[in-house]
């Protein structure tokens, strides 16, 4: 079966930056787009940043000029590197992936979030 394992979440301060990491892990499987989502309580989660098994990259308004995303496919890991933090960024961060099975069966999977808290 498909594990995401998140890390790299915490309390930082305004202006702070936090780097986090999501590792998948199946055996059998192929993990195709990988992202990062985000989201406070009683709200939707929203798509802070995206890449493809490729490369290609997309961005959430929020993240736009601020966050990096980028993935090490050889380790099916994706990270999100996180500068200028502001409190509104303060959410549960949530990594999600999409696989695809030996079988050729396609399925999307998510991690089990990691808090990030921004607060002076």
């Known amino acids: 079966q498909v594990q995401l394992v998140e890390s790299g979440g915490g309390l930082v301060q305004p202006g702070g930056s936090l780097r986090l990491s999501c590792g998948a892990s199946?055996?059998?499987?192929?993990?195709?787009?990988m992202g990062w989502y985000r989201q406070t309580s009683g709200d939707q989660r929203e798509l802070v940043a995206s890449i493809t098994r490729g490369g290609t990259i997309g961005y959430g308004d929020s993240a736009k000029g601020r966050f990096t995303i980028s993935r090490d496919n050889a380790k099916n890991t994706v990270y999100l590197q996180m500068n200028s933090l502001q409190p509104e960024d303060t959410a549960v961060y949530y990594c999600?992936?999409?696989?695809?099975?030996?079988?050729?069966?396609?399925?999307?999977?998510w991690g089990q979030g990691t808090q990030v808290t921004v607060s002076s």
């Open positions: 999600k992936a999409a696989a695809i099975s030996r079988n050729l069966d396609r399925d999307e999977y």
């Open positions: 199946g055996s059998g499987f192929t993990f195709n787009a």
